[in-house]
């Protein structure tokens, strides 16, 4: 039974604050991948990136996803999840895969702390590059997609509860 809601989606787009307000609505538990990772390597994300390298990082976090064990739960999951099919494959397994959607400019906007943020990017690649990159893979691995512009995160929340329950079936 798919019991999880997983929210994928660029970094900045609220996955996190979406998800604690997703979990209070629907009654269901928290995780925050970013935090397990931390937690389990006892360091920020930006030291793993810094000290491992943007590969080493991948496969911690596929590794941290892959050991997640959780049912009734709201997951959300790092920006970079999606480089991870094995990842993907067992979340998708366990839950509804939604996509919090943004367009780059406000992405742009929000993400004024890249440098230390955690974020999966290699050198030399722009925020413009890497939503190029990464979109079409969130569009892929994605159930439902929210499209988060000009929201507020109360609407974003309604906007999934909405789309996931069920439909009355048709008595003919």
């Known amino acids: ?9 660029f970094p900045g787009v ?15 538990g928290f995780v925050d991948t970013d935090v397990l990772i931390q937690q389990l390597e006892c ?35 790092g920006g970079s999840v999606i480089y991870s099919d094995r990842a ?3 979340l998708a397994d366990g839950g509804v895969v939604v996509h919090l959607d943004l ?25 413009a590059s890497l939503h190029a990159a990464r979109h079409p893979l969130y569009a892929r ?10 929201k507020t995160q109360d609407e974003i929340v309604m906007a999934i509860a909405s789309a996931l329950q069920p439909r009355p079936s048709n008595p003919d």
């Open 103 to 127: 367009p780059l400019a406000e992405l742009q906007r929000r993400l004024s702390n890249l440098a230390t943020r955690g974020v999966v990017m290699p050198p030399g690649e722009t925020l």
């Open 1 to 9: 039974m798919k019991s999880n809601i997983v929210l994928i989606g």
């Open 43 to 77: 360091r920020p994300l930006q030291a793993i990136l810094d000290s491992d390298g943007l590969d080493a990082f991948c496969r911690i976090e596929a590794a941290s996803l892959l050991s997640l064990d959780v049912e009734s739960t709201v997951i959300a999951t």
């Open 14 to 28: 609220g996955k996190s604050t979406v998800g604690v307000l997703l979990a209070k609505e629907t009654g269901r």
């Open 88 to 90: 993907m494959g067992h």
């Open 141 to 150: 691995y994605a159930d439902l997609t929210i499209d988060c512009t000009a």
